[in-house]
């Protein structure tokens, strides 16, 4: 089976990596970029966007549209996204199941809305619009949250896969949080995995985070995107690959504190192999 499926293996899209990336494109099969920073972009940065997706695929990834919500999201906020996509061609793009403002205020972060059917049916309508708009559904990714959302009456993965039913959507797996959540909450990261439709999982994201001090005397794991990739991400990896036969497309995040860029090219290395030993397993 390994050989006849065409998993891929890329990375986010920062000015701080541009010259690491575009020398080392060999190795990378695929680029995010953040789409938030594109929207009001002049025209020779939206230039150099093309260019680069003649060179290689691009996918666009959505920080602010907000749409795991029961408030409708606002039109001109999907028309921007709409905007870039025409102009750019990515070969998809994705979005958060979060909400990122309220009563007319900017939160400032991505927040979990309350697990319950009411945010389903409404995250779906704004999905549904979306799609309309832009003209293809979005991938959404679940998030990590320091905080379990009041007015829940779902779990997370039961409140996840009631969105991808209900939506008929893909799944944007982010394993950091998935690993992070389950630290932070107190629960399985692997059977959490197994609850999830992961034939619907779109593509993945691999991350890092640090402890912060919470409480008196513990700690929680804060999903940054400023450390390297750990070790037990990479083995959920392996459990993802071994337990779907669809083609995975993995996409390395990192915000700041940037190693060298054969340090992050290895850690794309380390997902081909959990992938690879996934696919041997199955």
Avoid at 29 to 53: F, Q
Avoid at 165 to 171: A, D, F, P, Q, V
């Amino acid at each position: 089976m390994a050989a006849e499926v065409k998993d891929r293996f890329g990375i986010g899209w920062r000015p701080d990596l541009a010259a690491g990336i575009l020398a080392h494109l060999d190795r990378i099969d695929i680029v995010e970029i953040i789409a938030d920073d594109y929207y009001n972009a002049a025209a020779p940065k939206l230039s150099a966007l093309r260019s680069l997706a003649l060179q290689v695929p691009l996918t666009l990834h959505g920080i602010g549209l907000g749409l795991a919500s029961t408030v409708r999201c606002e039109p001109k906020r999907i028309e921007q996204m709409a905007r870039l996509h025409e102009r750019i061609h990515p070969e998809s793009w994705s979005e958060h199941f979060a909400f990122v403002r309220g009563g007319g205020l900017e939160i400032g972060h991505l927040a979990a809305p309350p697990r319950n059917q009411s945010t389903v049916e409404a995250t779906a309508e704004n999905l549904s619009r979306a799609a309309e708009t832009v003209g293809v559904k979005p991938m959404m990714e679940n998030i990590a949250t320091l905080i379990d959302p009041p007015g829940s009456d779902l779990n997370e993965a039961a409140w996840l896969s009631e969105l991808l039913r209900t939506s008929g959507g893909k799944l944007l797996l982010d394993l950091h949080n998935v690993h992070a959540n389950s630290i932070n909450f107190g629960f399985d990261a692997v059977a959490f995995l197994d609850q999830l439709p992961l034939d619907q999982v779109g593509a993945i994201h691999l991350a890092g985070g640090k402890w912060i001090p919470a409480g008196d005397s513990g700690r929680c794991l804060l999903d940054d995107h400023l450390h390297d990739v750990p070790d037990r991400v990479y083995a959920l990896l392996q459990h993802v690959a071994a337990r779907t036969e669809n083609p995975l497309t993995l996409i390395l995040e990192r915000d700041g504190n940037y190693p060298p860029m054969l340090d992050l090219l290895a850690q794309l290395d380390l997902a081909r192999e959990a992938v690879r030993q996934g696919r041997l397993t199955a």
